[in-house]
């Protein structure tokens, strides 16, 4: 008996052995074929999109995207609208550039007018505005501050005055700014980001509100750093994970108005904010780490504010947060 318990384990100790060379050499195989170029970024979409290293490069504040190389892609070229968003107007916040010039881009093609809220990045509004004008809705610049009450209140009444309405409000200018500990964190930059992030969020949606009715909606942009943090990213990652907990709370709320309120969270996307952040040498190597290994493109990310927009897509679909974060 004892013999026969020992051949078996022998048996068993050499399947083993067998299995991890087996692992062994598939590994062996996968290193391989990195070395050889099969270690790439991940394209899965209807074009090819860039991927690191990129050129090193380091914006000052607040970033323009005309500066930036290569440009972002926003014109999301094989999307077909289809009146998703016929006759809505929108505002959107932070829409000169980057996410928000995608998705005032997309929510005019499905039929929209938009006012785009921004500092002073004047170029860049220009482009968008030709954007929408090209897809044929009109497009209202408002140059201001949104952590100043007065401005948010006029832009959401210049919207409504000037364009008809006020349907869907975008939330999305933020303020980003690294700092390597908490001890190097300053009053003022803390203050920054917490006043461009949460407080403009909140009046905003405050001064929107009061034009907004029964099947209008508010949408929030989020981040991955609300999920996970960031260790050079402390503020910032704060304000993110309020903004989640706030689209929450403010669906809750409006429900019973018939208002829905969603966010979308992305991980690294290609847009001034970045490259107005981060040192040039990082940015060389900006999105490598996702699991795609590569950032993603503005008009990959605008299609989810059109399905969290459109009452004929999400109609049953309040207080969520979606990620879009590259396979984190």
């Known amino acids: 008996m004892a013999g026969a318990t020992t051949h078996r384990a022998s048996r068993t100790s050499a399947k083993q052995r067998g299995m991890q060379h087996q692992v062994a050499r598939s590994e062996a195989r996968s290193e391989s074929a990195s070395k050889n170029g099969g270690d790439r970024a991940m394209q899965a979409g209807a074009r090819r999109y860039p991927a690191p290293p990129f050129p090193k490069q380091h914006l000052p504040k607040p970033g323009e995207e005309f500066r930036l190389d290569p440009p972002p892609m926003y014109d999301a070229p094989f999307y077909k609208g289809s009146e998703k968003l ?46 929408v004008e090209s897809e044929g ?27 008809g309405g006020l349907n869907i409000l975008v939330n999305n200018a933020a303020f980003q700014l690294h700092s390597e500990s908490i001890e190097d964190l300053s009053d003022e930059h803390f203050r920054e980001t917490l006043e461009t992030n949460l407080y403009g969020y909140f009046i905003m949606a405050q001064a929107a509100l009061r034009h907004m009715t029964y099947g209008d909606v508010i949408l929030n942009s989020g981040s991955v ?7 050079t990213l402390l503020d910032y990652s704060m304000t993110k994970g309020g903004i989640h907990a706030f689209t929450r709370s403010l669906a809750s709320s409006l429900v019973k108005r018939g208002i829905r309120v969603n966010a979308i969270a992305p991980g690294p996307v290609w847009t001034p904010l970045n490259p107005a952040d981060k040192p040039a040498r990082d ?19 605008a299609p989810a504010y059109v399905f969290l927009a459109s009452s004929h897509c999400s109609s049953y679909i309040t207080g969520e947060i979606l990620p879009i974060i590259g396979g984190y």
């Open 86 to 131: 016929r006759d809505k107007v929108a505002l959107i916040t932070g829409g000169d550039s980057g996410i928000g010039r995608a998705v005032a881009v997309l929510f005019a093609r499905e039929g929209a007018d938009i006012a785009i809220a921004y500092l002073d990045e004047h170029r860049d509004a220009e482009a968008t505005k030709d954007a």
């Open 283 to 301: 940015i060389a190597h900006f999105g490598e780490k996702t699991p795609m290994k590569r950032p993603a493109q503005p008009e990959e990310i």
């Open 225 to 231: 750093t609300g999920f996970f943090g960031s260790g």
């Open 137 to 163: 809705r009109r497009c209202l610049l408002l140059s201001g501050d949104i952590t100043d009450r007065t401005f948010c209140i006029e832009a959401a009444d210049r919207t409504l005055h000037e364009l």
